[in-house]
């Protein structure tokens, strides 16, 4: 350093100011072009830590494979079968039972038009019924929703109204209560096939009509006597 600043010529002010101009660019340097990667390595290693970790957990869950399916198998086993559409009448009576055994004083029960919004797929349908009860108490309203859950039930609560009564010590109130069915599979019935047209009738050759004239021979000449 001190031999280009000879080459130069500088005197030893010149000198002093040179030096201190390299060392403040090679800081600001240093500043924005090193120091952004000061940390990278640390990063680097955390990333590393990271996905090790990320591999052990997955490696874990498939070995836990067998244990998962074994649970599938046995949930599958455990759950209800959707009924049938045909035992969508079923879902009043079953609503009503569950209601008796709670204590709940039911007013009214009706059925209520399927949705039209689409939300339905192909394989279910909905069936929605109105429970319209007044006069119960806390642990029966309890009670019934507790039956509904804890047994092979597919009625689930769709929307609750809940209020006060007169005497304002019970409660009244309208559950929609929802069930989905399995739907008929479609039985298309093939359209008949239409009539063959009739085929012409065949047209034969009649036969030669027989003539009752004999056919003419021809003379035969005989000899005359001599």
């Known amino acids: 350093m001190t031999r280009l600043l000879d080459k130069l010529n500088l005197r030893p002010q010149e000198r002093r100011l040179v030096i201190f101009v390299a060392v ?4 600001a340097l240093n500043w924005f072009f090193v120091k952004p990667y000061f940390g990278e390595l640390g990063r680097t290693e955390q990333r590393i830590r990271d996905s090790e970790i990320s591999i052990k957990k997955f490696n874990d869950e498939i070995q836990r494979q067998p244990i998962y399916q074994k649970q599938k198998d046995q949930l599958s086993q455990q759950g209800g079968q959707v009924p049938s559409a045909d035992q969508a009448t079923s879902l009043i009576r079953e609503i009503n039972n569950h209601a008796g055994s709670a204590g709940m004083n039911v007013q009214s029960l009706t059925l209520s038009p399927p949705p039209r919004d689409g939300r339905t797929n192909s394989f279910f349908e909905e069936q929605a019924a109105s429970l319209s009860f007044g006069n119960t108490g806390e642990p029966e309203l309890i009670n ?11 009625i689930r609560v769709k929307s609750m109204v809940l209020r006060p009564d007169a005497g304002r010590m019970k409660l009244a109130g309208t559950l929609t209560l929802v069930e989905s069915f399995q739907k008929k599979p479609s039985s298309k019935v093939p359209a008949p096939a239409a009539p063959k047209a009739a085929s012409a009738p065949i047209k034969t050759a009649s036969p030669p009509k027989a003539t009752n004239t004999p056919a003419k021979l021809d003379s035969q000449k005989t000899p005359k006597p001599k």
């Open 24 to 27: 403040v660019v090679f800081v």
């Open 144 to 154: 019934f929703l507790f039956s509904l859950a804890s047994q092979n039930s597919l």
